[in-house]
Nanobody
Framework: EVQLVESGGGLVHSGGSLRLSCEAS?????????VGWFRQAPGKERERDPF??????????FYADSAKGRFTISGDNAKNTVYLHLSSLKPEDTAVYYC??????????????????WGKGTLVTVSS
């Protein structure tokens, strides 16, 4: 079965850190996938654009301004898992975090368009 499964969310105090995981099954990220993290804040629609991306197509990473300096994306090929390390978390980072992966397709930043595979999300809650 082809799927993405996110994990690692939870409740953390402002300034704290978390590591989210996005594990793929039924396909391998290394086979030219672009992987990105999106999020949906409470009461809002899921953001259209990812804020952190890892491209196995060209090896690039991308961070939106909101993520630069605080979030780090990485991959473990042996575990077929992409990680997102979140640090210096703020209450406004509270959201459901989703990963998505597109095969052999990415935008100019190496990010997926969100056309192939999506996980069901993991909730991150940052208390003040």
């Amino acid at each position: 079965e082809v799927q993405l499964v996110e994990s690692g969310g939870g409740l953390v105090h402002s300034g704290g850190s978390l590591r989210l995981s996005c594990e793929a099954s039924g396909f391998r990220f290394v086979d030219d996938y672009a992987v990105g993290w999106f999020r949906q804040a409470p009461g809002k629609e899921r953001e259209r654009d990812p804020f952190a991306c890892l491209s196995y197509i060209d090896g690039s990473t991308f961070y939106a301004d909101s993520a630069k300096g605080r979030f780090t994306i990485s991959g473990d090929n042996a575990k077929n898992t992409v990680y997102l390390h979140l640090s210096s978390l703020k209450p406004e980072d509270t959201a459901v975090y989703y990963c998505a992966a597109d095969h052999a397709s990415s935008d100019a930043f190496g990010c997926p368009y969100g056309e192939d595979h999506w996980g069901k999300g993991t909730l991150v809650t940052v208390s003040s």
